[in-house]
């Protein structure tokens, strides 16, 4: 995975984000945003990986669009990413947008390394992530959650259940106790991705 850095080097906030190519391209713009969203300063560390089905996905899982089964590397991806998460006088986030917000989601149970997670439009349709949420005892204190308006009016009968899986999650970490708050974003899946991870960050910015 390369690491790119932009923003404050010096800030006590820290900003984790798995990113493709596509989001990479338009990380200036989402800076743009939280600065104007928040008046913290932040740093913000853009993990580009390099296998999106593999190395974002929790366990394996077989193809739902395309012909590119899910790997189940997360474990493999979170190693590498807290292992660049150990100054004691900073203050992590992690956050992602689609497979890289359910796999935000899933490391806030696998590691307290993170003072808040960003969980945007994730792909919390995945096969047996809210059992795994229902089963397993969550290691950070704010999470924000989001999701499209328009994203479980889709055919594809796995996917469609998106919206029914982040209600029934997000009523769960409010139920344990979890700082947290589920926004609807007008449009589909493809929707302004950059501002969307924009505000999934500065929330936690600005409650934390």
Known sequence: MEIFTFGDKNAENVLVQPVDEHELSAIE?????????????????????????????PWKAPAVFGKDDFG???????????????????????GGYSLAGLFSLWASYNTDTFMGVAAV????????????????????DSVYLSLGDREE??????????????????ELLKSQGV????????GGHFKDADLRTAKGFAWLLSST
Not at 72 to 94: E, F, H, Q, V, W
Not at 154 to 167: F, N
């Open 29 to 57: 713009n989402e800076m743009k945003q939280i600065a104007e969203l928040t008046d913290k300063s932040f740093k913000l560390l853009a993990f580009k990986v390099d296998s999106w089905n593999d190395d974002l996905s």
């Open 72 to 94: 189940g590397g997360a474990d493999i991806t979170l190693r590498n990413i807290t292992a660049l998460c150990t100054d004691k006088s900073k203050n992590y986030y992690l």
């Open 121 to 140: 439009s994730p792909s919390v349709w995945f096969s047996g992530f809210s059992e795994f949420m229902q089963s397993k005892k969550i290691c950070t």
């Open 153 to 170: 009016h889709t055919r594809d009968p796995l996917m469609s259940t998106v919206g029914d899986c982040i209600r029934t999650d997000f």
């Open 179 to 186: 700082h947290c708050i589920l926004e609807w974003n007008k």
